[in-house]
């Protein structure tokens, strides 16, 4: 049975790539829910699925994280994997679509968990924006800053994999894209434009029909500002995915046993060297998948991402010493 992908909101959720892309379990937020029945949803996914690999946000709500660990810990689990990203909202439901789609492969529940660290690395989340005066999610200089502050001025900026703001206009810095064959996702909010389209899409080598979906709810507060038009680029195709994933050395966790790519269980949250038990409160919480705050360079080869080109391989190297093993034989992306 595949493992079940959960979401703490329904912004989370896209529509699948294809009929067998298996849907996405939205938790109600706590304020909607009793604990009792938060634990009672937990415990019908768990018997219905085995696993369950659960996507929350970074930006999320304390409540929604504690009440996470408050299920996971009354009900004595260890087979409830809490993963943590930094992405902004379109990305991080771009990246739990993929991991509903490698759900319905063979990986195993600690594989999958594990994975989203890497798959974070190959998404190039950003947003066209109206203002900067109010965005510290990115980093921004004191002169975007007072830019902002120009009737009509408009800035691009991107939170991952490498943080990056540039206004719109004459001269602008090119935003650094990704190497590989992508597809780009819009959600358009209070803002007219169409530089997504018209400039973003040649200059990255965007494949395929731009597709559009509703602005998450979070949006406007990730960014600072409800004048947006958000967007990210992402691997869209099931082999490369799968391929991509599958490259990684596998190791077994020496706490919890869960197999795992990377440096890290995304089950117990233990590094991948032998020491000792998980940090307080950390057992369950996978670490965060974001844009590359949290994850250490390591030793490990990146042999398996020659495929998607020269500029893919940050997201091998922060998975630290969980090397790939070859090359993919999926050569899809020129």
Not at 31 to 46: F, H, I, K, P
Request: charged share 15%; net charge neutral.
């Amino acid at each position: 049975m595949a493992t079940a992908i959960a979401v703490t909101s329904a912004d989370l959720v896209l529509p699948p790539t294809d009929p067998g892309t298996p849907h996405a379990a939205v938790l109600p937020a706590p304020g909607t829910q009793s604990l009792d029945a938060s634990v009672a949803d937990m415990q019908q996914l768990l018997s219905r699925h085995g696993y369950v690999v659960v996507v929350c946000p970074t930006s999320a709500p304390a409540a929604v994280e504690n009440r996470l660990h408050a299920v996971r810990g009354l009900l004595e689990s260890d087979r409830i994997a809490l993963v943590r990203t930094d992405l902004p909202p379109l990305g991080a439901a771009v990246l739990v679509r993929q991991l509903r789609q490698l759900a319905g492969c063979d990986f195993s529940p600690g594989v999958l968990a594990s994975a989203a660290r890497l798959l974070a690395h190959y998404i190039y989340a950003g947003a066209v924006l109206g203002s900067v005066s109010r965005l510290d999610r990115v980093p921004v200089s004191l002169g975007s800053h007072l830019k902002s502050w120009l009737p009509g001025a408009h800035f691009a900026a991107l939170a991952g994999p490498t943080p990056q703001i540039t206004r719109v206009g004459n001269g602008e810095t090119p935003l650094a894209g990704p190497e590989f064959t992508t597809e780009l996702l819009l959600a358009r909010g209070q803002l007219q434009t169409d530089w997504p389209t018209t400039t973003l899409v040649p200059r990255w080598q965007i494949q395929g029909a731009t597709q559009e979906t509703p602005l998450p709810a979070t949006s406007p507060g990730w960014w600072g500002t409800g004048k947006l038009v958000e967007f990210a680029a992402y691997l869209p195709d099931l082999p490369v995915l799968y391929q991509l994933v599958s490259s990684v050395r596998r190791e077994t966790c020496h706490w919890c046993t869960m197999d795992l790519i990377g440096d890290r269980c995304g089950f117990c949250a233990a590094p991948l060297t032998v020491g000792g038990p998980p940090e307080a409160g950390a057992r369950g919480i996978g670490s965060g998948t974001g844009t590359g705050t949290g994850i250490g360079p390591g030793s490990g080869g990146h042999a398996g991402t020659r495929a998607l080109g020269p500029g893919a391989h940050t997201g091998a190297r922060a998975l630290g010493s969980g090397g790939h093993t070859g090359p993919p034989s999926v050569r899809a992306l020129p």
